[in-house]
């Protein structure tokens, strides 16, 4: 890769949310914009190549407001911040939401490009184990959940790049 090239790519990559905001303003902003506009979730998402097609990053992060208007920030993708700046993993982190419904606990992860056969899931008290592979695509991400599930309780349906995982808590 030449340097111009270099630097064109290394450009477009800011893991901080420096370059994730860079146009909307500071996090404080969107917040406030968000709750002026009754939105609960915002996202956004990019995609970086590089050495022809055989680096590809995508990134992205989700902002979701909880419980008394306090923001969770959630980042995905398979570009990570490092010392040395950022990097391409193999492996993307899914987008994943926790839902408390009581007596149970759902989870929905995104995971578009695999086949419900590729998806392993691993569960123990409150922590799932989460990961996926087909050809092109490889997902991962440890789960950390409010409370202990049943992990024999637990159903799970795929349809269209959407896991939904289902578990009684346990009492």
Known sequence: ?????????????????????KGLGSLFDLVSRMAEEGKDEYTRTGEITGLGSK???????????????????????????TERGPVVAE?????????????????????????EDDIHLEVKDDIIDLAAEAKDRKYSKEILLPSAVDA??????????????????KQ
Do not use: C, H, W
Not at 93 to 115: H, M, N, Q, S, T
Not at 152 to 169: A, P, V
């Open 1 to 21: 890769m030449g340097e111009e090239e270099k630097k064109k790519v290394e450009g477009t990559v800011d893991i901080g949310f420096g370059g994730l905001f």
């Open 55 to 81: 680096a590809k990053g995508v990134y992205g992060f989700s902002v979701k407001m909880g419980l008394g208007g306090k923001p969770t920030i959630e980042q995905f993708g398979n570009i990570k911040a």
């Open 91 to 115: 492996v993307r982190e899914p987008i994943v939401d926790v839902f408390d419904e009581g007596e149970r606990l759902v989870v929905i992860a995104e995971l578009p490009g695999v086949d």
């Open 152 to 169: 024999d309780s637990m159903q799970s349906t795929y349809k269209n790049g959407i896991l939904e995982i289902t578990f009684k808590k």
